[in-house]
DNA sequence: CTATTATTCAAATAATCCTTAGATATAAGG
DNA sequence: CCTTATATCTAAGGATTATTTGAATAATAG
């Protein structure tokens, strides 16, 4: 191979991989990656959840899938998107990671976003004592996302049925709540609210996306 | 928080991390931080090897410093850039891991740049048969990476001095090459050149970035 | 002051994002 | 087969932002 046709190469490889970044460039596409990490969605659902134009999800639901981030399924008139695979996932979550650590400004953010932090509780930690019967696991996720995946004993309580199903939440043990992953606020939510009521509540480190790739078991359809 | 708030902290915070995507994507950025991974570097060394203008190379670390992923360090007239942080070079690694998975004009573009596919030899396979002095261990990344960091036992031999000085390298056992990472061609290259000249020789998978990150161990300032 | 290295600026080109509006695909009913 | 309803995709336009180049400016060493 020339030299010449080497650096063509070594540029058509380098602008494949910034395809992929390009993808991750768009908050929008962000949040609708944070969707799809908990199971299958329709561009209709995805649109409402993310407050965007259908026309304009889809649009961008395309760059995703040319990017290989996503991939769909035509069901009836629908069209579901999932991730393209775990390792997408991983992605997502390293993106995060790196953002969090190396800018004040992403930091900030997140500290405005979720609110006054909450305690937490490890994932080996909260599989032992789920176990042993210590804790009651809440699921606040809205439901469609408990259903298509969640940690084995969880009660499913979306964030906004909460307060009207409070009684429901036995009272005599802790309560560990958790929800999406990292930057998902309604786990914090959640244990301010329960604290509130005067329970004892905690949220579990990180999410659901987190438990799932660290290998942990998952019960349901996901 | 009201609902109108919170919807402003969430875009925000998406934002941010979506400004980690947008410093991934770029070709011309991705090649300088492949660079910084292999150990520090002046903003000319990196424009001369990325084959860039000196004013745009500059132009684009201020992006990828902005974004988190570099910080700079001058000694008199220069300026020393480097990664922030492994995290970086692990997200970096993640990808191309996730590039190369779901594209399939990644894959094509990667082993049209890479050429012939090479027997390789894995990491831990590695440092057992080092250990043991079964195989000569070859690093043919230009000195000054070299210098910053290698494999313990590596003999440094840039790949444009390997035709030079295939005399140094004993031709009665195994050779392992490696250069910078699982898609840079120098070792490739040096395993293709070794076979033309009768030697036995593989490449180390993926390279030093991966070994690295792999908490394996490393000597040298790096 | 001069040489070296890096950054910044202005301008041209190109790409991206979102919206509106229309096109396409599928299912169900007549 | 034709219509209607629903869901998704695509095209065009306008505002914004990114990339690159060449030249000017800043920082430092001697």
Redesign the pocket.
């Known amino acids: 191979m020339s030299s010449e046709t080497k650096h063509e190469a070594k540029t058509s490889l380098l602008s494949e991989f910034a395809r992929v970044g390009?993808a991750l460039?768009?908050?929008?596409r962000l949040e609708l990656l944070d969707l799809l990490a908990q199971g299958e969605r329709?561009?209709?659902q995805l649109a409402e959840t993310a407050a965007?134009?259908?026309?304009?999800t889809?649009?961008?639901?395309?760059?995703l899938r040319d990017a290989g981030l996503v991939a769909?399924r035509?069901d009836?008139?629908?069209?579901?998107y999932r991730l393209a695979g775990d390792d997408v996932a991983a992605l997502l979550a390293a993106l995060r990671a790196t953002g969090v650590a190396h800018r004040a400004e992403a930091d900030r953010a997140a500290a405005a976003y979720l609110g006054e932090d909450v305690e937490q509780v490890g994932r080996e930690e909260l599989l032992a004592r789920a176990r042993a019967g210590e804790v009651t696991v809440l699921d606040v996720r809205p439901a469609v996302e408990y259903e298509a995946g969640h940690i084995p004993g969880a009660i499913s309580v979306p964030l906004d049925q909460l307060p009207a199903r409070l009684d429901e939440i036995p009272d005599s043990v802790l309560v560990v709540a958790y929800c999406r992953g990292a930057y998902c606020v309604f786990a914090h939510d959640a244990v301010r609210l329960l604290h509130r009521n005067r329970r004892r509540a905690r949220r579990l480190e990180d999410g659901f996306l987190e438990w799932k790739l660290a290998g942990l078991p998952v019960a349901g359809a996901g």
Do not use: F, H
């Open positions: 390009q460039a768009s908050p929008l329709s561009v209709e965007a134009r259908v026309g304009n889809s649009a961008q639901l395309q760059r769909g035509r009836g008139t629908r069209v579901y």
